[in-house]
């Protein structure tokens, strides 16, 4: 079992649309969580930091639930602009600022 | 503002060769790193460093060395290259500590490709 796996997609959707990307973690002593945005061929950026109570920044939510080690993002309305591959990022365990990728997911919005 | 700076930005190598990317950072970051990302896939983590001096191997360590002399540089060399690492390389860092958020900033990227 990969220890950061994320929905394969890719997701095409219609702009205006909802959509979520789902993230399950191996290792119950992760600590920090993280969404990170790369667009093509370019290097990934932080998007979100996730935190146990959730958080959101505009049009984004992210989610944490520990007990079932399981990340969540959603995207709402939305934008052409957010077409990319979203990479779910975990902490490994108590080794600090070791960080594991997941292979990320594409999402790609239409007109 | 430069942040993570690495280099080259492309390179074409010959099976057997060697050569160093080149990795420097100016946010006196303590944590530096190498990931590869090879087509459709993750980052894998290569090497990381928490602190000049101190280096550890990452998942996929095998055909590579670093160095970390000094806090701002992270350099990684690759010996007698193989078609198995062509593939994109990362250099990236982030300041690890009690109350940081562990944000892992990412230079450009290099694309290395092995004939």
């Known amino acids: 079992r990969k220890e950061v796996e994320q929905d394969p997609g890719p997701f095409n959707v219609p702009e205006g649309a909802t959509v979520a990307f789902n993230c399950t973690y191996s290792n119950s002593a992760s600590q920090s969580f993280f969404w990170y945005r790369q667009d093509c061929r370019k290097e990934p950026k932080l998007l979100m930091s996730?935190?146990?109570s959730g958080n959101e920044d505009g049009r984004f939510t992210a989610q944490l639930n520990r007990a079932s080690q399981y990340i969540s993002l959603l995207i709402r309305d939305s934008k052409l602009s957010d077409s990319a591959t979203y990479l779910c990022v975990v902490n490994r365990g108590n080794q600090g600022g070791k960080l594991i990728f997941g292979q990320g997911t594409e999402l790609s919005v239409k007109p | 503002n430069a942040g993570v700076t690495q280099t080259p930005k492309f390179r074409i190598l010959k099976i057997g060769q060697s050569m160093t990317l080149q990795c420097t950072q100016d946010m006196n970051h303590n944590y530096m790193y190498w990931y590869r990302q090879d087509p459709g896939m993750g980052l894998k983590l290569i090497y990381y460093s928490v602190g000049a001096g101190i280096t550890d191997k990452g998942e996929v360590p095998n055909g590579y060395n670093v160095s970390r002399s000094t806090t701002e540089d992270f350099p990684l060399r690759l010996e007698l290259a193989a078609p198995s690492q062509t593939s994109v390389y990362f250099c990236?860092?982030?300041?690890?500590?009690?109350?940081?958020?562990?944000?892992?900033?990412f230079g450009e990227g290099s694309w290395l490709t092995v004939v």
């Open positions: 996730v935190y146990s």
């Open positions: 990236a860092s982030s300041y690890v500590g009690r109350s940081s958020g562990n944000t892992i900033y």
